[in-house]
Nanobody, 123 residues
């Protein structure tokens, strides 16, 4: 079993940048495909990005493509989400998730979840 803890959220102006971190413990993240999801108030949790076990393959939601970058540092057992050109509609709680299989863009594919970190983008 793996435990996930997100950090790096905060308040930023539109056009700014943030880097979220997801620190894993209990198991190495090399054993998992990792994903980032987000949930805005009153909305369902939605897919943001995923990265394969090896880190060689990534996939993004259209809404963040070209602005966000997912990466992983296996030695630090940490996954990152670099967010640039932030927009007010990016405001949400961001969650990190781990999947024992291949990962993907749907929440039910993931086995483990962190508690989330709040990102607020002001206009």
């Amino acid at each position: 079993q793996v435990q996930l803890v997100e950090s790096g959220g905060g308040l930023v102006q539109a056009g700014g940048s943030l880097r979220l971190s997801c620190a894993a413990s209990g198991r190495t993240i090399g054993s998992y495909a990792m994903g980032w999801f987000r949930q805005a108030p009153g909305k369902e949790r939605e897919f943001v990005a995923t990265i394969s076990r090896s880190g060689g393959s990534t996939y993004y939601a259209d809404s963040v493509k070209g602005r966000f970058t997912i990466s992983k540092h296996n030695a630090k057992n940490t996954v990152y989400l670099q967010m640039s050109s932030l927009k007010p509609e990016d405001t949400a709680i961001y969650y990190c998730a781990a999947d024992k299989k291949a990962g993907g863009p749907t929440t039910y594919e993931y086995d483990y979840w962190g508690q989330g970190t709040q990102v607020t983008v002001s206009s």
